[in-house]
T-cell receptor
Framework: GENVEQHPSTLSVQEGDSAVIKCTYS??????FPWYKQELGKGPQLIID?????GEKKDQRIAVTLNKTAKHFSLHITETQPEDSAVYFC?????????????FGKGTSLLVTP | ETGVTQSPTHLIKTRGQQVTLRCSSQ?????VSWYQQALGQGPQFIFQ???????GRGNFPPRFSGLQFPNYSSELNVNALELDDSALYLC??????????????FGPGTRLTVL
């Protein structure tokens, strides 16, 4: 099955700085890569996603890049704000007969200090 | 808010008991996936339902079972509860239309504690 690794597990940045979270996946057939933000006591919230036919996608302060050859993808948050503090998860999905499961990384706890 | 609702919010059970968790999917969505999230971990895929049929299953034993109803809402049933079943149970709804999967939108989860 698909194995997703995520780094770092914790990340602390000052307000206004950039934050980068990196993920690698094992199955080259994976074709969909969403990123979720999870605040304490809440379910994961989709913040951005990318499909395998695209190398980069941007939405205001958030961008995701995908390198299919190296099988890794990254989340970039610019001009971080304290409200960006949360746990971020990357995931990968591959087409199969076993349903379109999301395989998640273990998460990155991001702390943005004022 | 995603429009995906789950009930109950919290639940406490003892070992050996059975539990049923419920999920209402976002309007227009025909697929529901269930995930288990242990403390400090990423969600783990349990199974997915599409048009009332199981459409895929992760590495979970048969005592984890589910249903999807004609209105696309869903239930997760867990029999013979074990201490390790303590976790946040998440459902996610999406649209499956014969092509690539659409985005999965998560509900707030049900926190299950097994004593």
């Amino acid at each position: 099955g698909e194995n997703v690794e995520q780094h770092p597990s914790t990340l602390s940045v000052q307000e206004g700085d950039s934050a980068v979270i990196k993920c690698t996946y094992s199955d080259s057939a994976s074709n969909y890569f969403p990123w979720y933000k999870q605040e304490l006591g809440k379910g994961p919230q989709l913040i951005i996603d990318i499909r395998s036919n695209v190398g980069e996608k941007k939405d205001q302060r958030i961008a995701v890049t995908l390198n299919k050859t190296a099988k890794h993808f990254s989340l970039h948050i610019t001009e971080t704000q304290p409200e960006d503090s949360a746990v971020y998860f990357c995931a990968a999905s591959l087409p199969s007969n076993s349903g379109y499961a999301l395989n998640f990384g273990k998460g990155t706890s991001l702390l943005v200090t004022p | 808010e995603t429009g995906v609702t789950q009930s109950p919010t919290h639940l406490i059970k003892t070992r050996g008991q059975q539990v049923t968790l419920r999920c209402s999917s976002q309007s227009g969505h025909n697929t529901v996936s269930w995930y288990q999230q242990a403390l400090g971990q990423g969600p783990q895929f349990i199974f997915q339902y599409y048009r009332e049929e199981e459409n895929g299953r992760g590495n979970f034993p048969p005592r984890f079972s589910g249903l999807q109803f004609p209105n696309y809402s869903s239930e997760l049933n867990v029999n013979a509860l074990e201490l390790d079943d303590s976790a946040l149970y998440l459902c996610a709804s999406s649209i499956l239309a014969g092509g690539p999967p659409d985005t999965q939108y998560f509900g707030p989860g049900t926190r299950l504690t097994v004593l």
